[in-house]
């Protein structure tokens, strides 16, 4: 029976490259699905057994650690040379989505409040 492995949904396209370039190095057998164009179906890497499940999944995990700190590396690089986007520039670059979750956090917000309101009303 097929083991998914790793969902691509939202991972970059050069960390997935890596994922297949490691797991070809490697000798593991995968495959991959696509959520095709209705989006109904499952964008992952899957083997096709699980002689090498623990193997795949452990390399994975190592390459996710390495990858999540040279990232953090590169963050911090940008906000210590002052280029990490502040709030104003990322309101800047999107008013419309900036605004539409700032209204979206009030609405949850105000969903939240309103039972109390009502406690302390009567």
Not at 28 to 56: K, P
Not at 60 to 81: G, T
């Amino acid at each position: 029976m097929a083991i998914l492995l790793f969902r691509l949904n939202n991972v970059p396209d050069d960390e997935a490259m890596d994922v297949r370039e490691l797991l070809t190095a490697q000798d593991i057998y995968f495959y991959e699905t696509h959520a095709g164009f209705w989006r109904l179906g499952v964008d992952a890497i899957w083997l096709v057994d699980d002689t090498h499940a623990e193997q795949a999944r452990e390399l994975i995990r190592a390459y996710q650690l390495e990858r999540a700190e040279s990232q953090h590396k590169s963050y911090v690089e940008l906000v210590e040379q002052g280029q990490a986007p502040s709030l104003w520039q990322n309101f800047c670059a999107a008013p419309f989505r900036f605004a539409g979750f700032l209204v979206a956090a009030l609405f949850v917000l105000l969903l939240t409040l309103l039972p109390f309101g009502m406690l302390f009303k009567q």
